[in-house]
């Protein structure tokens, strides 16, 4: 079954406004998220590395202030993609792992700016 | 940081035939890779991984082999079905668990019935 939950699946939103998405562990804590983003026919690229209790770790060329995250507790993770533009159309999906066996994946979030 | 290479970005096989795909990483100091197929919208699933130890790993149709000296990993599918049809990604991290992934750029693989 599902070791992350990912919500939602899909979020249609007007340039200028925030948009949040949530990641759960289902079943167990999780100390870390990570948070990808994918383009049409591309690659997923790692956007920043959240902490429970900790701020965040934001991969290069990632602004921190448009993308907010924030990790509360163990089982809960959240993205807010801050005054959205068309250019942040993407596919956003979290990962985390079941302690070493693998990474596991969120459903994804398809994000439209129109 | 680490960057993944990946080859074909397409490939067409006929049902039946095999498919082979190729990745090549930069750091060294990676020890974990694990391949995903991805289908369209979907999120990535695991299919097969393998650690820097091992130098070929099996499982039924699928198979990763691993040259740790020239820092390059391929998956091979034998008997490809039209369900194998999909993107599959690489990607290599310094260890399996709690690590960033850096993937490659994917390959889209067809099969042809």
């Known amino acids: 079954g599902a070791v992350v939950s990912q919500h939602p699946s899909w979020v249609i939103c007007k340039s200028g406004t925030s948009v949040k998405i949530e990641c759960r562990s289902l079943?167990?804590?999780?100390?870390?998220m990570f948070w990808y983003r994918q383009f049409p026919k591309q690659s997923l690229m790692l956007m920043a590395t959240?902490?429970?209790?900790?701020?965040?770790?934001?991969e290069q060329g990632v602004e921190k202030d448009k993308f907010l995250i924030n990790h509360a507790s163990l089982t809960l993770s959240t993205l807010t993609v801050t005054s959205a533009h068309p250019e942040d159309s993407s596919f956003y999906i979290c990962?985390?792992?079941?302690?070493?066996?693998?990474?596991?994946f969120g459903q994804g979030t398809r994000l439209t700016v129109v | 940081g680490e960057n993944v290479e990946q080859h074909p970005s397409t490939l067409s096989v006929q049902e039946g035939d095999s498919a082979v795909i190729k990745c090549t990483y930069s750091?060294?100091?990676?020890?974990?890779f694990p391949w995903y197929k991805q289908e369209l919208g979907k999120r990535p699933q695991l299919i097969i991984d393998?650690?820097?130890?091992?130098g070929e790993k099996k499982d039924q149709r699928i198979a990763v082999t691993l040259n740790k000296t020239a820092k390059h990993f391929s998956l091979h599918i034998t008997e490809t079905q039209p369900e194998d049809s999909a993107v599959y990604f690489c990607?290599?991290?310094?260890?399996?668990?709690?690590?960033?992934?850096?993937f490659g750029t994917g390959t889209r693989l067809t099969i042809i019935p």
């Open positions: 990962s985390n792992w079941l302690w070493d066996t693998e990474a596991f």
């Open positions: 750091d060294s100091a990676s020890n974990y």
């Open positions: 990607a290599a991290s310094r260890r399996r668990g709690n690590e960033k992934l850096t």
């Open positions: 393998i650690r820097s130890n091992v």
């Open positions: 079943d167990f804590q999780a100390t870390t």
């Open positions: 959240s902490n429970e209790g900790s701020k965040a770790t934001y």
